[in-house]
């Protein structure tokens, strides 16, 4: 395989707004040294992450991690496989409302539904658990970041009829160009990840042409979805320009001002960093 190659610097400042560093495809993975993994990442243009948690521990970390790092802040949920498989379901939602009220936790999520891993019994677990991430968003005021694989309509019905908190990400958008509609019209953030440089993702590049400017954010969901062309290796950070590069490409607008867009709209999100 082919070494990884390395983008060019962004024309300004974007933020990574779903990212996993604690995890990794190798089992005897090491933490990484997250002083050096932001200084790699700003090399390129990438000056805030957002690190999302995706179980109690995940999310402990998270929040330990964003408490010691400044550019670094964190999210904190179940997320919907975890919640699934969750022998004490009840308790470990209890512990992610605790971890939501740090200052340094910025969101709920990821959160959803994800049909393509939960058999159809499991499912009611997942719908438990998405509600009550909405209750807690909404009780500490913070966004709720959508995990939603396989499973629009569903998403999509619990947030109309539920109620959907102020602020919703849908975390590695999946959705066509109709869905993308949908979410503009009610308002919810959209995050496009490295999938939108695949050959075969043209259903995605015509939903980014629906995206409102302000409702266009951009994640890596690393290590997870690499973007050409680098796939086959893990993804970081260091990747995001790739797929800058491609929503430019896609939407006909300026690399500095799509950096512009990204940055404003994740501290709307996010912020204020």
Not at 26 to 39: G, N, R, S, T
Request: with cysteine; charged share 20%; proline share 6%.
């Amino acid at each position: 395989m082919s070494a990884v190659k390395l983008a060019l610097p962004l024309a300004g400042p974007v933020v990574d707004t779903h990212c996993h560093m604690d995890v990794s495809f190798d089992d005897d993975y090491i933490l990484p040294d997250v002083d050096e993994a932001m200084a790699v990442a700003k090399s390129v243009n990438v000056t805030k992450v957002i690190q999302v948690g995706c179980d109690v521990a995940s999310s402990k970390w998270a929040a330990k991690t964003a408490l010691e790092h400044p550019d670094v802040w964190a999210t904190v949920a179940l997320h919907p496989n975890a919640a699934a498989h969750d022998p004490d379901l009840e308790t470990s939602l209890a512990a992610i409302a605790e971890l939501a009220k740090l200052p340094q936790v910025r969101g709920l999520g990821e959160t959803g539904l994800d049909y393509y891993r939960t058999e159809e019994s499991q499912a009611a677990a997942q719908h438990v658990s998405f509600r009550a991430h909405i209750d807690i968003a909404r009780e500490v005021g913070k966004p709720v970041i959508i995990h939603d694989r396989d499973a629009h309509k569903d998403v999509i019905e619990t947030l109309e009829t539920y109620g959907a908190p102020e602020t919703v990400v849908f975390h590695c958008f999946s959705g066509d160009a109709e869905m993308a509609k949908i979410c503009a019209q009610a308002g919810w953030y959209m995050s496009i990840p490295g999938v939108v440089t695949f050959k075969n993702a043209q259903q995605l590049r015509d939903a980014v042409l629906e995206i409102p400017d302000h409702l266009l954010l951009v994640e890596t969901d690393s290590p997870f979805l690499t973007p050409a062309p680098n796939r086959g290796f893990a993804n970081a950070s260091t990747n995001i320009p790739w797929t800058v590069r491609a929503i430019c490409e896609v939407r006909g607008q300026s690399e500095q001002e799509i950096c512009e867009l990204l940055f404003s709209n994740a501290a709307r999100v996010f912020g204020p960093f």
